[in-house]
């Protein structure tokens, strides 16, 4: 096979192939034997007919035709390998001479990937939060656990948020008792909204004894659609306060701190609260930093990004989203439903984040190139290692199918992306929002032997006793910066 790389407009490039009569005949004979298991010849069984008698049957030409369709794309692989053209869409080819006998000719035309300019990387500046925990955040994670260890004590006062109190409460509709809306004895915490923002604005100053009554009039369905929303009917609750009980903290004292942590005393519980936190938002301050460089480097882009690879991404972010969902035992379609989205809706958000993401992975190639940063054969073999632990496998494994698919190109490429990402966030300029440079170092974790070594008994311990507010287990249940879009892109 003989072929040739010509570049086009319009970021395309032309492959040009030729496949003479030897290797093409070979090809042909593979065809026959196909056609062989297909068709019914008698006097020969499934698969046994020999070439000659299928073409005295069929005809010359039916192996031929067979293949071209079934060997074309493997010629075009081969010349696509051959000249490591960066193929991002699917090419259209064009069969020019030997249909009918001779050498085969065939043109593809396919578009690439795009080189890009990147001007001003090496001069980033990105604003990001300090990442030190204050002493008011620290106050705050100690309140929250005095509220765990809260008590609860009736009180003669009209009620106040944060207190609870004990209701009979029911909801009707034109005279129904809707389900779900009737309970007795029923502990609610005022300002917690769990119920109706109504049942909180009429809450706040009730007393023992009072009856409360009150209309909420729900959301129509389809308010947000171009539909007229059907008519909705209130919904009326009345509400019997039983008792308001306050809420009676702990003492803050090295009781407390011995009771409801694994510190001994209330200076080692601060301490080990400071740590957390500051582990914590190191965290999240890396995250941070990554998603903010991420984007500045996506700003330098202004070539147009090819549509094929804004795609690209947005089926792997489609794609992570599901096995996220599927890890907690959902659907993608199921969430759609939950959260009141349209397929098309969810295909609509993605797309920024996609075309910033594919910005990211030019830029990133870019980079790579400019500063000489390539991907050695050690770094190939821990990537290979890394996959296969990944995937429960062995990295000869992994090699063989990675070579095996001729996918060995795109790995180096992501190694390559990766190491011109950790550069670039080695040579950025980092400031907070006041424009005061941030040290480096604050936004990578923290050794423990390199924690100060005068604190009290207990700090070594990084896991909660029962009953300890852990700051991490607080930082979990909130909103984490997403970092994909500023991450490397894939291949």
Not at 3 to 20: A, I, M, Q, R
Not at 82 to 99: L, Y
Not at 284 to 295: C, F, P, T, Y
Request: proline content about 7%; some cysteine.
């Amino acid at each position: 096979m003989r072929s040739t790389v010509e570049p086009l407009e319009g970021n395309k490039v032309k492959l040009s192939v030729v496949v003479e009569e030897p290797e093409l005949d070979e090809a042909i004979d593979a065809a026959f034997r196909k056609i062989a298991r297909e068709v019914r010849i008698p006097g020969f069984r499934p698969g046994k007919a020999p070439r000659k008698v299928l073409e005295a049957r069929l005809g010359r030409g039916i192996g031929r035709t067979k293949a071209i369709e079934d060997a074309l794309p493997g010629y075009y692989v081969d010349a696509v390998k051959e000249h490591e053209v960066d193929v991002i869409g699917a090419p259209e080819i064009d069969i020019t001479s030997g249909q009918e006998e001779g050498e085969i000719a065939f043109d593809a035309i396919v578009e690439v990937r795009p080189e890009v300019i990147v001007p001003g990387y090496q001069s980033l500046r990105v604003t990001v939060a300090p990442p030190i925990p204050t002493d008011e955040e620290v106050d705050e994670q100690i309140e929250k656990l005095r509220e765990r260890f809260s008590s609860l004590e009736s009180v003669s006062r009209p009620a106040v948020d944060g207190d609870v109190v004990v209701i009979d409460i029911s909801g009707t509709q034109d005279g129904e008792q809707l389900e779900g809306l009737a309970a007795d004895d029923y502990s609610y915490e005022v300002g917690s909204n769990s119920v109706a923002p109504q049942a909180d604005e009429n809450l706040r100053g009730a007393k023992v004894g009072e009856i409360l009554s009150f209309e909420v009039n729900p959301s129509p369905a389809g308010e947000d659609s171009d539909d007229e929303p059907a008519p909705v009917r209130p919904i009326q609750f009345r509400i019997l306060v039983k008792d308001v009980q306050a809420k009676v903290l702990p003492e803050l004292d090295d009781a407390f701190a011995d009771e409801a942590s694994e510190f001994e005393t209330l200076d080692a519980l601060r301490v080990g609260t400071r740590e957390r936190l500051d582990s914590i938002k190191r965290m999240r301050g890396a995250m941070e930093l990554s998603q903010q460089v991420g984007e500045a480097l996506a700003d330098l882009v202004e070539d147009e990004i090819p549509t094929p690879l804004i795609e690209h991404e947005m089926r792997q972010k489609l794609q992570d989203l599901a096995l996220r969902l599927a890890s907690q035992g959902i659907e993608l379609g199921q969430w759609l439903e939950m959260t009141g989205q349209s397929q098309q809706d969810l295909i609509g958000e993605l797309r920024g984040p996609a075309e910033v993401s594919a910005r990211v992975d030019l830029a990133l190639r870019a980079i790579a190139d400019a500063q000489g940063i390539d991907c050695t054969d050690d770094e190939l073999e821990a990537e290979y290692a890394t996959v296969a632990e990944r995937v429960g496998s062995k990295p000869a494994e992994v090699r063989r199918r990675l070579e095996r698919e001729g996918e060995v190109q795109a790995v180096r490429s992501d190694v390559k992306k990766r190491k011109a990402f950790e550069w670039l966030l080695e040579q950025v300029e980092v400031v907070d929002p006041e424009g005061n440079p941030l040290d480096r170092s604050l936004f990578k974790p923290v050794e423990r032997d390199e924690v100060d070594s005068d604190q009290e008994n207990g700090q070594e311990n990084d896991q909660p006793q029962e009953g300890e507010q852990d700051p991490e287990a607080i930082a979990a249940a909130e909103p984490q910066p997403e970092v994909g879009d500023a991450s490397p892109a894939g291949d």
